[in-house]
């Protein structure tokens, strides 16, 4: 198995694993609105919030792949495990950006 196909497979299990977090993100209390407010702020809200916010979670990931940063993996591991910590994302951020890229 090559280092494309282990990043594909890596980047399909963590947006497998974000994508329950940001549906969550999306729907607000509905114990705290009212009815006619509910399906308005959840789905022109919320949905796009959450979609922005896996984007930028995800910013080290894309730019270690489209750099074909050496350490793409490890790049991958750190921000999918520690990038919650906003310490782990910008390890991870500075390390995709400094990165050493492959040879083509």
């Given at each position: ?19 329950p ?6 729907a ?69 950006l ?7």
């Open positions: 198995m090559n280092v494309s196909e282990k990043l594909k497979i890596l980047t399909l299990a963590s947006v497998v694993f974000a994508t977090l940001v549906f969550a993100s999306c607000p209390p509905f114990w705290d609105m009212p009815d006619t407010w509910f399906p308005f702020r959840s789905v022109f809200f919320g949905f796009p919030i959450g979609i922005l916010g896996l984007a930028v979670y995800f910013l080290p990931i894309i730019i270690a792949a489209v750099r074909h940063a050496k350490s793409i993996v490890g790049i991958i591991l750190l921000n999918v495990l520690a990038g919650w910590t906003f310490v782990g994302w910008v390890i991870a951020l500075v390390w995709s400094t990165g050493t890229k492959q040879r083509t």
